[in-house]
């Protein structure tokens, strides 16, 4: 979707400002909104994707003026609701009312070294063979989804070239909503500076992006 | 919120790293107490083990973080070898050091030369290379860096103090899927004596990711 969470060459953030000796987390509650955001990722009752989706289907007036895990909590309560796992009424008393729903399993505090060491790939057996090959010439698809999408706008349209081939992966957009969908293939796709931003472009700058098979189109 | 009272159990070990007392339900925000309130409900709803919630903490919190990433410059640094697996295909090789896991399952590692200098950003979102950079500072996932990063990167180093040579020309790598960048900084000058511990302890988190370079052996004394 074309919200607030499509950051890139947008204006009038200001600087950047960097907090010295900056703490890993800056409040006991962002401690616990980020463990149950991870444990509850871990029932899988929705996947990864989903997340990011619920996160910027904030209102974007909301997503840009809350705290990054401000934009976690509302995105898992939001999920937490929506698969009926927990009323907006139990969320706010924090007690129980009825009885749980079904989640297909439960980390355990044993569990996490071994399973977070190991990670969670996200590479597929391709479906079929690759379209593009390194040094092909694409233009990025010019696409705007009213789901999630991990194509950001100021590609979109734009020529590039294929510098990588990474392999297959669950496609996000399919992923964000449950849907089984066949891997795609993952791409670097570089693009010039200059035909992304014209002359206010670093020059000679390029800026890649990691697009997925679906995101292309050969350049003719 | 009301009293529960087994609420303190529940988020009761880990005070010693805030500072305050959060035992008070009187003192806490409108967020600390939506907070709590959600993790009492999922605990007792069977979602979540508080044993788990604590090891996460735990692990993202003190375990790992950028320590990790630049034990591995380090050893590219000094062996050749390494560092040509290291840029071929960055997860098995950064394995070999023992680290990897969630958030670093498909790693790119680019590397910084004269002529190139390398910047990891998400625009869309944080992601970010967790088993060697730890969790993100809060720039790296704010507005004002996911903006300007692609469209004007030199102006983001100015930022941090980094000011690169005109005849070096900038790539930045946007994280949109689940692959995920690492930059090998260049190494220093006059660290030819330096053994691999004391070439970890001058790489900085900024120097893998691209907003800043390694420190000078002077200046990690």
Not at chain 1, 20 to 42: D, I, K, Q, Y
């Amino acid at each position: 979707m074309n919200g607030a969470q499509d950051l890139g060459g947008a204006h009038g953030f200001g600087p950047v400002e960097a907090e010295a000796n900056e703490p890993v987390f800056h409040a006991e509650w962002e401690r616990r909104v980020f463990a149950l955001a991870m444990a509850m990722g871990f029932t899988k009752t929705w996947t990864l994707d989903a997340s990011r989706a619920a996160r910027e289907s904030l209102p974007p007036v909301e997503y840009l003026s809350s705290s990054y895990y401000e934009i976690w909590l509302r995105a898992l309560e939001t999920q937490l609701a929506e698969h009926g796992l927990a009323s907006p009424e139990e969320m706010r008393s924090g007690t129980s009312r009825v009885p749980p729903g079904p989640v297909a399993r439960v980390l355990q505090g044993d569990e996490v070294a071994p399973l977070f060491d190991r990670g969670f790939p996200s590479d597929r057996p391709p479906a079929a063979p690759a379209r593009f090959a390194v040094g092909d010439r694409i233009i990025a698809r010019n696409r705007h989804p009213l789901g999630h999408t991990r194509l950001p706008r100021f590609v979109r349209g734009r020529p590039g070239i294929i510098e990588r081939v990474h392999g297959a992966f669950v496609f996000p957009e399919a992923a964000a909503e449950g849907r089984d969908a066949p891997p795609q293939w993952l791409y670097t796709a570089a693009f010039a500076a200059e035909d992304l931003w014209g002359e206010s472009a670093d020059p000679g700058g390029r800026v890649t992006i990691a697009a997925f098979e679906s995101y292309l189109e050969p350049s003719r | 919120m009301p009293a529960e009272p087994d609420q303190d159990s529940i988020v009761g070990h880990d005070h010693d790293h805030d500072g305050h007392d959060h035992d008070h339900g009187s003192t806490l925000s409108p967020i600390e107490a939506r907070v709590r309130a959600l993790e009492s409900l999922l605990i007792e709803k069977g979602y979540v083990q508080p044993a788990a919630l604590d090891a996460l903490i735990e692990r993202y919190e003190h375990q790992v973080g950028p320590h990790n990433g630049a034990r591995v410059v380090a050893r590219a640094w000094v062996d050749p070898s390494f560092r040509a697996r290291l840029l071929a295909d960055g997860t098995p090789a950064i394995a070999e050091l023992g680290i990897g896991g969630r958030g670093g399952e498909h790693m790119v590692v680019v590397e910084n030369t004269p002529e190139t200098h390398n910047l990891v950003v998400c625009t869309l979102c944080s992601c970010y290379p967790w088993p060697v950079l730890g969790l993100p500072p809060v720039w790296y996932k704010a507005p004002a860096y996911r903006a300007r990063a692609v469209l004007d990167p030199r102006g983001v180093l100015a930022d941090f103090g980094l000011r690169l040579p005109d005849t070096t020309r900038i790539t930045v790598w946007d994280s949109t899927a689940e692959t995920r960048f690492m930059v090998l900084p260049m190494r220093p000058a006059g660290t030819d004596g330096l053994d691999e511990a004391a070439l970890a302890a001058l790489v900085t988190r900024d120097s893998m990711i691209g907003t800043g370079l390694p420190l000078s052996p002077g200046d990690a004394a």
